[in-house]
Every structure is written in C-alpha cells, then in structure tokens.
C-alpha cells in the first residue's frame, strides 16, 4: 500500500511540473518583450519567468524554464535569467 501510495504522488508530482528548455528562438523572443532589467531600472518589477510565461504561453506555477543561453538586457547589456526583474517591453500584454 505505502509504495503505490508513493507511485501516485510521484506520478502526481511529473505531470504538474516540467521544466522546459527554451532555444535561443523563444529566448530572443523574451529579451525583445523586455526594455530594461532590475540593474538599470530601478522600477523593474516582474521576474523574466513571467515574460517566459507570456512567451511560451506556459503557466509559470507549473513550469520551470531553463535557459540554454542566458538572455541580455536590451539597455545595459548585462545578463538576465529566470529570477531577474525586468520592465517588460510596452506590448508584452498582446502575446
Ligand atoms: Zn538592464
């Protein structure tokens, strides 16, 4: 009984979360959504996982994205991954 117990919530647990590996495409698509990152704007607000969101049309809570490259913010350059906050770029709404 305790073992398949223990297979259900593992089951469980896979079919509610995956992590998704972006390519470079969906990553520049995300970087092109941004305008600036929390080390040049003070006002950045909202984590690079959720321009991911917008982007793969995934739901964040229940996906983990891995970046095979590291995206660049547009103004100062420097490198930006999951956690980051970032201004999304004016029509992130439209994806
Ligand atoms: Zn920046």
Known sequence: ????ASLISTKYA???YEVLAL???TIRRAQDAISSCESCNSEAEFPFDWVLDEVTGRDGSTTDYFLTEPAHCPRC???VIEKTLVEPYGGVYSF
């Open 1 to 4: 009984m305790r073992s398949s």
């Open 14 to 16: 896979s079919m509610d």
């Open 23 to 25: 390519s470079t495409a």
């Open 77 to 79: 350059g420097r490198s």
